[in-house]
């Protein structure tokens, strides 16, 4: 027997390579050890440099020379370079992270994170980049293990609150660059911004032209402890949620004593539940809403459905993000649209993504600003000329039945 069938330790130049290293040796285990590129490149012929080529598709191999390599890395179950040792010799683990402020269960149920990591995605699977997504820490020290110890070229936060500061000292201790999607002020930090005062402003002011004067917020939640019910100014000014406040006070800055209720999450249901408050027996109801986010918004409208209220003749609408809603709503009502503020969720990532990688090229890009746009749908007009009071639980109504508060506003809806 020759050393190289009796040494596990010296290679063999033919296929035998493979087949003796699924064998389990007498005493040892029976993991295999991992064929190399410069096995594949013998056994095809070639240099070691055209197989990697072949591989990569990055540079001129002949179809031929590709076909063999590949033959012979079947043969020996060569399935690439192994991305260990080409993350040492890079210096990276070719790793991008993504800290979502969200449990990533709730997270992924709303699709304002999906279209933002798909533009995340979309640019760092081009440049050869995966995502580790992980949850933004508490405001102790627990739940910084992720960030202190995975494998992270560099880290995007999606719309942490303002009590990130101590995660990103662990990032900055590691020399890993940041990009801040939607945050305050982080130093270090590469910002990609969003107008979210100014878009709540907007859509106030544009409320205030129809003549609403009696406007609530409905707010996304403050922080993790998912509180439901009205918003008091204490917690209003403490709290550490970067988007929620801006919003809050961009209407406020329109109507500055707009009343507020908290809700638990973004999603219909919990716009339901706030809505269902506001519009209970016996409330005073608002002749406008301005929620926080089109799935908070279609609550709302249901809500003001179930409660015997027109949308938009007894209570208007508005919504932000310019999602696509898919509601049973919509299906039996004329509303086919919210007017919301639309923001682009896409764009936003593949800004994101693109400081990252430029600063991992060791550049220091710009900071980027997105605008959001009021689109006006069918859930605004102008107000109602008197109050309106919910109907009785005991009397059906459909919303699209005739009512002494009907008046003509799809002229002024335009």
Known sequence: MDASASDPGVPRDDAAVGDRTMEARPGRSPRASRPTLAAVARAAGVAPSTASLAFSGSGPVSEEARERVLAAAAALGYDGPDPRARSLRRGRSGVIGVVLDDRLSDAFRDP???????????????????????????????????????????????????????????????????????????????????????????????LAELGHTQVTVVSLPLDASRRRGPLGDDRANTTAAFISTERLLGVRAVYPDAPAVEAAASSVEEGRIAGAALFAPGAEVPTAVVAQSDLLAVGVVSAALEAGLR???????????????????????????????????????????????????????????????????????????SPAAPVEPSSPSSPSSPSSREQKTSGERA
């Open 311 to 385: 949308v938009p003749e007894d209570v208007s609408v508005v919504g932000f993000d310019g999602i696509t809603v898919d509601d049973s709503l919509f299906h039996r009502t004329h509303i086919r649209q919210l007017t919301t503020l639309v923001q682009p969720f896409v764009p936003k990532g593949e800004a994101a993504a693109r400081a990252a990688l430029a600063m991992l090229d060791g550049e220091q890009p710009e900071p980027a600003w997105f605008r959001s746009e009021l689109r006006v749908g069918d859930t605004t007009a102008p107000p109602r000329t």
């Open 112 to 206: 304002v994170n999906v279209l933002t990591l798909d533009g995340i995605a979309e640019v760092a699977g081009a440049a050869g980049a995966s995502l580790l997504l992980v949850r933004s820490p508490l405001d102790d020290e627990r739940g910084l293990g992720p960030l202190v110890d995975a494998p992270m070229d560099a880290v995007i936060l999606i719309g942490c609150n303002r009590r990130i500061d101590s995660a990103v000292a662990v990032l900055r201790r590691r020399a890993i660059p940041v990009v801040a999607i939607e945050a305050d002020d982080i130093e270090g930090a590469v910002p990609v911004h969003l107008d979210n005062r100014e878009a709540s402003h907007r859509a106030a002011a544009y």
